[in-house]
């Protein structure tokens, strides 16, 4: 991966000499090596050691959303069975990237049909995003998941197990993922601040844990993020740093919204977009995750969530997104008042 962090420089006292001090990304710095490391997956994980116990595994299907441990599950499993020599018995390709039937017949097949070195029974090949394969690769795939069998096992890793065709499914154990629960993501914040020497008060900590929606990545960058600027980090600097709303400021626009007040919730719909540079994606996500703290008769929590469904996938289809939020609040307005007919 990419360092985004840039290169700090300094004068050294005695030379003046320009140092450069190379910042290392966290989520690699932090990125567990043993099954044990992972953490929010429990259940998962004690299977997956039963197999590196065992010294065997089935073609395995990893299913969930982005940053809950399924690149890292899959690597940790090949470190924990073949040891020093994991490197050479584990390949990894992202099929978003590299996604047509060549890349099938080719790339993993050579990898495939080539004896494990070492004391290894067995290759892995981890295939990340594999729901971004098109279908006559999936189908090659499954060919090449049968054929080889004896020597090479398939990790396929993916955000929605539904894109993957069936005869796949039925050759893998399927193990999904769900977001990393909240306590999870504070111990882990807590551990890498601690290590880091950075203090994030309660209210920060309460921010991280709101911006990440159950993504360990996202949650690690987030403290990278706020510790360059100040080794402090409270809630202000996370919402800062992330481009996200207090959730209060949301949970205010909606209520202007809902009281009849379409000028003030439209002036704070302009401070969201111009001020804090949020996008109309944005600023509908979280209108969608406050609606259920609002204490709000069901049946209209229904019609609301029904036309916020509809302006998020215009917003997709390329609308104007000024448009359709004031749109949104035009409707959520006449709502309150009885009059969405």
Same mark, same amino acid.
């Given at each position: 991966?990419?360092?985004?962090?840039?290169?700090?420089?300094?004068?050294?006292?005695?030379?003046?000499?320009?140092?450069?001090?190379?910042?290392?990304?966290?989520?690699?710095?932090?990125?567990p090596?043993?099954?044990?490391?992972?953490?929010?997956?429990?259940?998962?994980?004690?299977?997956?050691?039963?197999?590196?116990?065992?010294?065997?595994?089935?073609?395995l299907?990893?299913?969930?959303?982005?940053?809950?441990?399924?690149?890292?599950?899959?690597?940790?499993?090949?470190?924990?069975?073949?040891?020093?020599?994991?490197?050479?018995?584990?390949?990894?390709?992202?099929?978003?990237?590299?996604?047509?039937?060549?890349?099938?017949?080719?790339?993993?097949?050579n990898? @495939? !049909?080539?004896?494990?070195? *070492?004391?290894?029974?067995?290759?892995?090949?981890?295939? &990340?995003?594999?729901? =971004?394969? +098109?279908?006559?690769?999936?189908?090659?795939?499954?060919?090449?998941?049968?054929?080889?069998?004896?020597?090479?096992?398939?990790?396929?890793?993916?955000?929605?197990?539904?894109?993957?065709?069936?005869?796949?499914?039925?050759?893998?154990?399927?193990?999904?993922?769900?977001?990393?629960?909240l306590?999870?993501?504070?111990?882990?914040?807590?551990?890498?601040?601690?290590?880091?020497?950075?203090?994030?008060?309660?209210?920060?900590?309460e921010?991280?844990?709101?911006v990440?929606?159950?993504?360990?990545?996202?949650?690690?960058?987030?403290?990278?993020?706020?510790?360059?600027?100040?080794?402090?980090?409270?809630?202000?600097?996370?919402?800062?740093?992330?481009?996200? @709303? !207090?959730?209060?400021?949301? *949970?205010?626009?909606?209520?202007?919204?809902?009281?009849? &007040?379409?000028?003030g =919730?439209? +002036?704070?719909?302009?401070?969201?977009?111009?001020?804090q540079?949020?996008?109309?994606?944005?600023?509908?996500?979280?209108?969608?995750?406050?609606?259920?703290?609002?204490?709000?008769?069901?049946?209209?929590?229904?019609k609301?969530m029904?036309?916020?469904?509809?302006?998020?996938?215009?917003?997709?289809?390329?609308?104007?997104?000024?448009?359709?939020?004031?749109?949104?609040?035009?409707?959520?307005?006449?709502?309150?008042?009885?009059?969405?007919?």
């Amino acid at each position: 991966m990419t360092n985004l962090i840039p290169n700090k420089s300094y004068i050294h006292p005695s030379h003046k000499e320009v140092l450069e001090i190379k910042e290392e990304i966290w989520i690699e710095k932090y990125r567990p090596h043993t099954l044990e490391d992972v953490v929010g997956q429990d259940e998962i994980i004690k299977r997956l050691q039963s197999y590196v116990k065992s010294r065997n595994l089935p073609h395995l299907l990893f299913s969930g959303p982005p940053g809950v441990g399924k690149t890292a599950s899959a690597i940790a499993v090949a470190r924990e069975l073949f040891g020093d020599t994991w490197t050479n018995n584990f390949t990894e390709l992202n099929a978003s990237d590299e996604r047509g039937i060549d890349v099938v017949r080719n790339k993993i097949k050579n990898f @495939a !049909r080539t004896s494990p070195l *070492g004391e290894a029974d067995f290759k892995i090949i981890f295939l &990340d995003e594999a729901d =971004a394969l +098109t279908s006559d690769a999936q189908s090659a795939l499954r060919r090449t998941m049968e054929k080889y069998t004896s020597n090479c096992r398939f990790i396929l890793s993916c955000n929605y197990s539904s894109k993957i065709i069936d005869p796949i499914q039925s050759r893998c154990a399927v193990y999904r993922f769900g977001p990393i629960s909240l306590e999870a993501i504070r111990q882990r914040i807590a551990h890498i601040a601690d290590i880091e020497g950075l203090e994030v008060d309660d209210e920060g900590m309460e921010a991280i844990k709101y911006v990440s929606m159950g993504d360990m990545r996202k949650a690690i960058n987030a403290l990278q993020a706020a510790g360059l600027l100040d080794k402090k980090i409270d809630m202000e600097a996370i919402y800062q740093i992330t481009a996200t @709303a !207090r959730p209060e400021e949301i *949970g205010s626009l909606i209520d202007l919204a809902l009281g009849g &007040d379409f000028i003030g =919730a439209r +002036t704070k719909l302009d401070t969201l977009l111009i001020n804090q540079g949020l996008s109309g994606e944005d600023i509908i996500v979280q209108i969608h995750r406050t609606m259920f703290d609002k204490s709000i008769p069901d049946i209209l929590k229904v019609k609301l969530m029904d036309r916020i469904g509809e302006i998020d996938f215009r917003l997709t289809e390329g609308a104007n997104e000024r448009i359709q939020l004031e749109a949104l609040l035009a409707y959520f307005v006449l709502a309150g008042k009885g009059n969405d007919s």
